[in-house]
């Protein structure tokens, strides 16, 4: 889950993904524009604080960048 930086997400949205993103594996977290941490603050610290695993990926992320990115976290998060 990531928040648009045009629009800051609801209290309940941010505490649903931090319950998501408690119980995945991996969690995708979507870097700003300029490229900076995409933890570094704001309701993303708060949803990769409760993950395990946070796979970051830039915000101008094609989709096959984007698919093979899941696929890494999944792999990686894959029991032996």
Do not use: I
């Not at 119980?23 to 990769?48: F, K, R």
């Amino acid at each position: 889950m990531t928040a648009p930086p045009f629009e800051r997400p609801s209290a309940e949205t941010v505490r649903a993904a931090r319950d998501l993103a408690a119980d995945a594996d991996a969690t995708l977290a979507v870097a700003p524009d300029d490229g900076g941490d995409p933890t570094a603050s704001g309701p993303n610290d708060e949803v990769a604080a409760a993950a395990d695993r946070v796979v970051p990926v830039p915000a101008d992320v094609d989709d096959a960048a984007l698919l093979d990115a899941v696929a890494a976290a999944t792999a990686a998060a894959a029991p032996e």
